[in-house]
């Protein structure tokens, strides 16, 4: 009786409160005992960042199917406050039941993966091979649902290819770019000849793209630092310092000015992950030579996509894995990149006719959904990154922009990142 | 001085044996009210230093603590490491350039600044016409947030197509490398903070002029001087103490600007060769990029100290300086009083 008349007063009060992820952190403090009862109302917090896809209609799909649980979606503006608000509470409380982590923070997150829940087995084998991978610990235990991934392709004015002499539909550009990143650049040169403009938007997408098919980079898996002596990567510092840079509007993206720049043409081509696609046009709504074309420079490429985690110490341990194996389940991250534009990383979400028939207005009715599927097929190597890897990524990054900005030339600004690189 | 020399004679003595006189029946109640007397004043200011204790005095221990250990944020647990966070920071060549930026902007802001706060406030001063109106204007750009001065400002200040370099190559000058060169990008940082803060500085230095009695502008118009003369002689040296204060509060916060070298690109990690790299910019980057607790908490006591050194540097040379400028000006009324 009494024990009832709690857990009434209990569901009402978490039903109404907002503020549900206090609730849910404070009982995860309490010790986090799974409820044997499969029935017993509950209420589950997702924390997401940006735009997941997972709009309010979907979660009432789960919420139908188990009228038991109710689900809070928190989401926040991007995903930095996401990553600062993980990990001042991973380990502690507050968290929600289920936390999405961005790939460029998830090898910090797997640091500490003992923290984590681990996905039940029937989920194994849902991904792709290098998605999984990156989310199974020493253990082998799977501590992270793969929901999006960036397969690239390559966005392009088509207006301004056909302006330089270029071939400007998709197929013939296609074959433009088909080879290696000497071709890429050879292509770029020969716009520059043409119209004495840039052809890329900025050298360290370049560097993001090259340094993105390299397995090895900055660190080996027994914790070897091989950043400074790693020939592939001075081979691709030296490609985009003297090739990449003369031939690029910016040093890096998402500066005002490289915004500004997608609408009045400064640049004719970039870099293009499927959650790119909205950001171009959304930056150039007026623009009408934006197309896509389906292929990448020495093959395939990935560049972003998320994970949902399961904090060990919340209340509903169980329950939150349930709704994580849902929500990244074929059928619904379809749903969520009809909604959002999110590429699955599941291999069954590639046979879906929702996404392979899906084409996109904007670039020109290009067949996104198909040229994406192909370019997500096309990716071969899954660089490895454990928790450094953005550092000295970064520091790399900072290196091209001095030479680019002209305050340092390619052999000191190496020489300087080597000296960085080893202070870490 | 004339009222330090008359306050002893006129208070003290004569008010002390009161109590002493009063018939001694020591009820409860008049003891309570004894303690009253004696307590109440240090109850009543408790609540900021109990506050202060909690809010403030511990986290500053704890981060000396810190500093000493090589801290997991998430583990919430720590290893001993001894000085060696205090040397990696001595030791890195960041720290170095941090502290040239930092030094850099902050002259580069609080001199112009205070320059243009006393011009102002000087201004204000006189008789205009709608003097409320400009006085709440001057503030207007402090009440705005930073987020949205930093925005505007970023406008204005891009390389390609802010609007200042646009003006200059339109006249046909060369555009400014705003954020590329290390001095131009500490200008336009600079003026983002004297934009938001000369406003504020002039209205608090607004108030103690008109503090200062008109009588010695009379005296010193019928004297003949002019409104130069009456300003350096006059209005700067009665200034002393508020000067002081504004000083030693710009300095502090100079010391600490973060929000517009964070805002001033989009990756707010202070440009690619640490061109406007800040000292809390940087202890930003390592505390809360790289999850280095240890190593910024470290920084943050590096920071404390140099801001201790400095301050009481600039309260030396403020003290000095205004003293010796002002001396002639002020001496003439004080001698008055003296000899009265």
Known sequence: ?424 | MTSTATRPAASGPADRPSPERQPRVISFSHRVSKWDLKFSPYLYISPFFIVFAIVGLFPIAYTAVISFQNWDLVRNSGEFVGFDQYIWILQNPQFWTALRNTFSIFLLSTVPQLILAVFIAAMLDRNIRSKTFWRMGVLLPYVMAPVAVALIFSNMFGDNHGLVNNILTDIGLQPIPWHKDPFWSHVAIATMVNFRWTGYNALILLAAMQAIPRDYYEAATVDGAGAFRQFTAITVPSLRPTLIFVIITSTIGGLQIFDEPRMYDNTGEGGAAQQWLTITLFLYNIGWREWNFGRAAALAWILFLIILVIGLISLAVTRRLVRDEGGRGVTAPRRKGFRR
């Open chain 1, 1 to 424: 009786m009494n024990s009832r008349a709690f857990r009434r007063s209990a569901v009402a009060v978490a039903a109404f409160s907002a503020s549900a992820i206090v609730l849910a952190g404070c009982a995860g403090g309490g010790g986090g005992q799974p409820s044997a009862d499969p029935d017993e109302p509950i209420t589950l917090t997702i924390a997401t960042f940006n735009d997941f896809g997972y709009t309010d209609e979907l979660l009432q799909e789960y919420m139908d199917e188990h009228p038991n649980v109710t689900i809070v979606h928190n989401r926040a503006a991007e995903s930095g406050d996401a990553r600062a608000n993980y990990f001042q509470k991973l380990g502690k409380e507050g968290l929600a039941d289920i936390e999405a982590v961005e790939i460029d923070w998830f090898a910090e997150a797997m640091q500490y993966s003992d923290l984590l829940a681990e996905a039940p087995d029937s989920v194994k084998g849902r991904w792709l091979d290098w998605k999984e991978a990156a989310a199974t610990d020493g253990d082998g235990r799977l501590v992270g649902f793969g929901t999006d991934i960036g397969p690239q392709g390559i966005c392009y004015r088509a207006d301004l290819f056909e302006a330089a002499g270029l071939p400007s539909d998709r197929e013939g550009v296609a074959d433009l770019f088909n080879g290696d990143w000497e071709n890429f650049l050879d292509v770029a040169d020969q716009y520059k000849e043409a119209t004495g403009k840039p052809m890329i938007d900025s050298a360290n997408s370049v560097l993001q793209g090259i340094v993105n098919q390299i397995e090895y980079t900055y660190t080996e898996p027994d914790g070897t630092v091989i950043a400074t002596d790693n020939p592939e990567i001075q081979a691709a510092y030296e490609l985009v310092t003297e090739r990449a840079v003369p031939n690029s509007a910016y040093a890096g993206q998402w500066s005002d000015d490289w915004f500004a720049s997608m609408a009045n043409g400064e640049f004719a081509t970039m870099l293009c992950p499927g959650w790119m696609l909205g950001v171009i046009s959304g930056n150039a709504p007026d623009v009408t030579g934006w197309d896509i074309a389906n292929v990448f420079p020495n093959g395939g490429g990935n560049w972003g996509g998320s994970y949902l985690t399961v904090p060990k110490n919340g209340a509903n341990v169980d329950a939150a894995l349930a709704l994580a194996d849902w929500l990244t389940a074929p059928e619904q991250q379809v749903k969520a990149f009809t909604n959002a534009g999110t590429f699955p990383s599941q291999l069954k979400a590639y046979e879906d006719p929702t996404l392979t028939d899906a084409t996109n207005e904007y670039f020109n009715d290009a067949p996104t959904g198909e040229i994406l599927s192909e370019r997500a097929e096309a990716v071969t190597v899954a660089p490895y990154k454990d928790a450094s890897y953005f550092k000295y990524h970064d520091a790399l990054q900072n290196a091209v922009t001095r030479v680019f900005d002209g305050v340092e030339d390619e052999q000191t600004s190496w020489d300087t990142w080597v000296a960085e690189v080893q202070a870490f």
